[in-house]
Every structure is written in C-alpha cells, then in structure tokens.
C-alpha cells in the first residue's frame, strides 16, 4: 500500500508511489465518477465556447440519482422557483468542472506510466503533482468521497457498524476503499506547503 503524498521541496511538488492495483483503482473510480456526471441528462457540447458559456439552459430540477444529488445540493429548499434558476445557472458548469477534475486525474496517472489495461503485478506508479494539480485530485478525492458514502450509506459516527462487518462482505470492502481514498486525499492535503 502506498504511504501517500509527500511534499517535494526542491521540485515543488506532490508525490506518490502507488502500486499498479492502487492506480488503476483510482482510475476506475475517477472514470465511473465521469461517467455518472456525464449520462444523466449530459450532452456534448461543440457550439462556441462563448457561446456555451452565455448559454443557461441548464436543468432546473434536482438531479434523481443520490450521488448527484449530494453532488448538487438545492441551494435554496425553502424557495423551489429560486433553486430551479440557480441549478439552471450553475449545474452545468459544475459539472463540467467535475468531470474535468476526475478526467485529469485519470490523464496524470496514464501519463506516469499506467496502461490502459493492468496486466502486470508489481507495476509502480510515479506521481508528481504540483500545487494547481494537486488542487484538482483534492477536488476529484472528495467527489469520489462522497459518492463511495453516498452509495454505502455512510453517516457520521456509524464507524463502529463499518468495522463490525466480516471481511467478506462486500459492503466491507467498498468502504475499505472510502477509507483508502480518505487516506491519500488526508495525505495530500498535509503535504501542500502552507
């Protein structure tokens, strides 16, 4: 298991040492964190950027999976007409700005070495992010945070019902993985220059 990101003075940066397995997980996860963002009422847009951008259009109801809608809160729930302009406002990009997080991540981890495929054990991977890189993995980390607690069923203080279950179950071992993610992102995090 990697030990997490160190901070790199000389270079200015972020780095990692994650095993092919370690990588290739957070590839998929970044992926799937892509695709959700991507097939719920997602388009591709090939207009003008100037013109996409003066574009509000938006959807104006909250998103019916539950991880988008943790995702995209309702910004005002007291006041549905003032919620449905500031979603048609804002999701869009939002989402753009997400997908493009996770995208990121998935490039930097193919370009340190991943193939597109993993089929070879004991594959190291080299990360080295700089400050604005490592600010978008945080980004991504606690997107994909939030999907894995919100597909699981986390809640604050239910610790105890995690670490009760048998290895085996696979409830177990996704949060495993939510708690793996919470590692690297804590990691992250302490080693940015303050």
Same mark, same amino acid.
């Given at each position: 298991?990697?030990?997490?990101? #160190?901070?790199?003075?000389?270079?200015? @940066?972020? /780095? =990692?040492?994650? #095993? !092919?397995?370690?990588?290739?997980? %957070?590839?998929?996860? =970044?992926?799937?964190?892509v695709e959700l963002l991507r097939n719920e009422a997602a388009t591709v847009d090939?207009?003008?950027?100037?013109?996409?951008? &003066?574009? +509000?259009? !938006?959807? #104006?109801?909250? *998103?019916?999976?539950?991880?988008?809608?943790?995702?995209? *809160?309702?910004?005002?729930?007291?006041?549905?007409? =003032?919620?449905?302009?500031?979603?048609? +406002?804002?999701?869009?990009?939002? @989402?753009?700005?997400?997908?493009?997080?996770?995208?990121?991540?998935?490039?930097?981890?193919?370009?340190?070495?991943?193939? *597109?495929? %993993?089929?070879?054990?004991?594959? &190291?991977?080299?990360?080295? %992010?700089?400050?604005?890189?490592?600010? #978008?993995?945080?980004?991504?980390?606690?997107?994909? @945070?939030?999907? %894995?607690?919100? @597909?699981?069923?986390?809640?604050?203080?239910?610790?105890?019902?995690?670490?009760?279950? *048998?290895?085996?179950?696979?409830?177990?071992? =996704?949060?495993? /993985?939510?708690?793996?993610?919470?590692?690297?992102?804590?990691?992250?995090?302490?080693?940015?220059?303050?």
């Amino acid at each position: 298991m990697t030990t997490g990101f #160190t901070w790199h003075r000389r270079s200015r @940066r972020a /780095i =990692a040492t994650f #095993t !092919g397995f370690e990588a290739d997980l %957070l590839r998929s996860l =970044a992926g799937q964190l892509v695709e959700l963002l991507r097939n719920e009422a997602a388009t591709v847009d090939e207009r003008d950027p100037f013109e996409a951008l &003066m574009d +509000f259009s !938006g959807p #104006t109801a909250p *998103p019916e999976d539950p991880v988008l809608a943790r995702l995209f *809160p309702t910004a005002y729930p007291d006041d549905e007409e =003032a919620a449905a302009e500031f979603r048609r +406002f804002t999701e869009g990009s939002l @989402r753009d700005g997400k997908a493009r997080a996770a995208s990121e991540v998935i490039d930097a981890l193919e370009e340190a070495g991943l193939p *597109p495929l %993993l089929e070879e054990d004991g594959l &190291m991977i080299d990360v080295e %992010l700089d400050e604005a890189a490592a600010m #978008t993995w945080l980004r991504c980390f606690a997107d994909v @945070r939030l999907a %894995l607690a919100t @597909r699981l069923g986390v809640e604050e203080g239910d610790e105890e019902m995690w670490y009760s279950l *048998p290895d085996d179950d696979p409830r177990s071992q =996704a949060h495993d /993985i939510y708690e793996w993610v919470a590692y690297i992102q804590e990691t992250l995090v302490r080693a940015l220059p303050v």
